[in-house]
């Protein structure tokens, strides 16, 4: 009996002395890594809208146009699986590790309008 | 990496049984059913370990067989002899606990039943928000 | 004379149920005759899914199958197309995923081992698992970027590599986790209350195991010593493992093995994590699948088998998986007969069950 009384005294001094084990979230920010997988960004500059990461995505989520130079991803169907990143010749896509924030309705698709090309100094 | 030798038999519907029977003398447990859908056909598999010893009888049958139960020498069988019926239709007679199609309650009765039909993958922009719709039921 | 009987319907919405099973359960008296169980609420029609997906990108599917068993699937399925292709995956490779494979198991175990307290109603005990699991998963999430969902096995190698550095910090890191789940493991096994509830529940000899089909850690708590590891797939033959086995039948020993399993995880990440050699990550794949193979993995509940199918298309004939819930449902429905009714839970419990996998 005095040892479960020890253990417990040793852990109820050590749980007054450390705090809670909780985050209290989203007033705090959550603990995120490098790595965490957030939302697919693109730089749009250097995009030359070969539509190579249209063809590898597996979820369909993303539309290039390259008559209208425009990059569409659709971020209900994204399954944030790096695909694309990974697919990329120009290594314009990136993987931010921020999460984004919830919704009320659908659909959500983000629209990214490309520059215009530069004539004849485009880099290849 | 070891890549273990799997060994796969074919037998006929008649010589079912008495296999089964004979595997579960000598100490098999039952691994799985499976079924599959080819041409014209279903193949049907029974797998069977022992000592990490992996074997398989594999049944060809027509889309209107019905197939004899194992539940009297497998007791444990039931579960994926009506994942069979209920899935691909094909009839099982004899089993001990006989759900009768309602294990897996789907809105499309018998949804693999059918051989798969094989589409092209980029279709003109316009229809593809409805192909799309109907993939959405599945993928998660 | 002849004493009534009730059917009550238990599930697949109840407080103390964590998995839509549904079981209708005949009593007579507060004591169960038998069991009917009913599962088909969360069926996906995953395995449909083959036909038109690309073999390559069918991993996400395969990987999205159960949540807490996530990268073993996608282990299994990497590994089927691998041996039919005829695929030599480097060796690195093979350690990264074996050191994952065993933190999925952790997590997975020190998941059950809370919802187990909570369901006999220790719920103290139940949030100490859960946060020692946090533990787990923040090495899951900087090293793969998923806490559950990881992402990163792919056919052919792996996604994602592990920094020396990093590991050496991971294996300082097991230490303390292997402390405080020692602490947690002396509460299951010496607690009265905990033994009180679960002695002699849920009984099944081990004969009745291995010929109703119990794998994995309900089969091992009966002494069946069955466990899909010693079959020498990824880097288990050069880890010196040996499966855990318990002999009582009841659910304490499955709770026994469970536990003592977390150690044992441990232990092997340790001991990868010192042999890991240092090469490439991953191979480039050409070619299409030809042919067939049953690709056997060990999840954390038991022994998985994906067969596949394909015949030099880029899109699969079939793909199988059978998970050990499916094969569990049987010793489960014999256990329940002739016990209690507030024992139900408990027993259900004991199977681990993971309905979603089971379905599909």
């Known amino acids: 009996m005095g040892k479960i009384t020890f253990t417990m005294a040793k852990r109820i001094l050590k749980s007054l002395a450390s705090g809670p084990a909780t985050l209290r979230y989203p007033h705090e920010p959550a603990k995120r890594y490098d790595a965490s997988r957030g939302h697919i960004e693109i730089k749009i500059e250097d995009c030359i809208f070969c539509g190579l990461c249209s063809k590898n995505c597996p979820a369909d989520a993303i539309e290039v146009s390259k008559d209208d130079r425009t990059w569409e991803i659709d971020r209900f169907r994204c399954i944030i699986c790096n695909s694309c990143v990974e697919a990329c010749p120009k290594d314009c896509l990136s993987t931010s590790n921020v999460y984004l924030e919830p919704v009320f309705s659908g659909p959500l698709k983000d629209k990214t309008i490309g520059t215009e090309p530069e004539p004849e100094t485009k880099e290849e | 990496m070891t890549i273990e030798e799997q060994l796969i038999k074919e037998i006929t519907v008649d010589s079912l049984l008495d296999e089964v029977k004979s595997r579960s003398d000598d100490g098999y447990r039952l691994v799985q059913i499976g079924c599959t859908r080819i041409e014209d056909a279903f193949e049907i598999n029974y797998s069977f370990e022992k000592d990490y010893r992996f074997e398989n009888l594999r049944v060809t049958i027509g889309e209107d067989v019905t197939m004899p139960s194992i539940s009297d020498i497998y007791w444990g069988s039931f579960i994926y002899e009506n994942e069979m019926h209920d899935l691909y239709g094909i009839g099982v007679e004899g089993m001990n606990i006989d759900f009768n199609g309602y294990l897996f309650k789907t809105s499309i009765p018998h949804p693999f039943r059918e051989p798969p039909q094989v589409s092209v993958k980029k279709v003109p922009k316009k229809k593809k928000t409805d192909e799309e719709k109907k993939e959405d039921g599945g993928e998660e | 004379m002849a004493s009534r009987r009730t059917v009550v319907p238990f599930g697949p919405q109840h407080p103390v149920l964590p998995e839509p099973i549904h079981l209708d359960l005949v009593i007579e008296d507060e004591k169960v005759i038998e069991a009917i169980p009913s599962i ?48 030599e995956v480097p060796e690195r490779a093979h350690y990264l995923r074996t050191i994952w494979s065993e933190y999925s198991r952790m997590h997975s175990h020190l998941l059950w081992m809370g919802l187990f307290a909570d369901a006999m109603g220790f719920e103290n005990l139940f949030m100490n698992c859960w946060r020692v699991r946090e533990q787990v998963l923040d090495v899951m999430e900087e090293t793969t970027g998923g806490r559950v969902i990881q992402g990163s096995c792919k056919v052919g190698g792996v996604r994602k ?16 986790t292997k402390a405080e789940v020692e602490e947690i493991n002396h509460v299951f096994f010496d607690d009265s209350t905990v033994i009180h509830r679960t002695r002699g529940i849920g009984y099944l000899s081990k004969d009745d195991a291995y010929k109703f089909g119990a794998v994995g850690p309900t089969g091992r708590g009966c002494g069946v010593a069955i466990d899909a590891r010693e079959t020498g797939y990824a880097v288990y033959p050069e880890l010196d493992f040996k499966p855990v086995v318990e002999t009582a039948g009841d659910c304490y020993s499955r709770c026994m093995v469970r536990a003592k399993e977390v150690i044992q995880s441990a232990d092997l990440i340790q001991q990868a994590i010192e042999k890991i050699p240092d090469g490439d990550i991953e191979v480039k794949v050409k070619g299409n699948p030809d042919g067939e193979y049953f690709s056997r993995v060990e999840q954390p509940r038991g022994e998985c088998i994906h067969y596949l199918k394909g015949n030099g298309k880029r899109f699969l004939v079939r793909e199988r998986v059978r998970t050990p819930t499916l094969t569990n449902i049987p010793p489960l429905v014999k256990m329940l007969a002739g016990c209690e009714m507030a024992d139900v839970p408990v027993i259900v419990l004991t199977i681990d069950p993971c309905i979603g996998c089971a379905e599909r």
């Not at chain 3, 449909?48 to 990108?57: A, H, I, Q």
């Not at chain 3, 199958?65 to 039919?84: A, D, K, R, T, W």
């Open chain 3, 161 to 176: 590599d592990i920094s020396a550095a990093k590991l050496k910090e991971i294996s300082a890191g097991l230490d303390k």
């Open chain 3, 40 to 87: 088909g609420y969360v069926h996906r029609g995953l395995e449909k899914l083959v036909e038109t997906k690309d073999y390559k990108n069918y991993v996400y599917i395969a990987e999205r199958i159960c949540g807490i068993c996530s990268f073993i699937h996608s282990l299994g399925y990497c590994q089927g197309i691998e041996n039919i292709m005829d695929i």
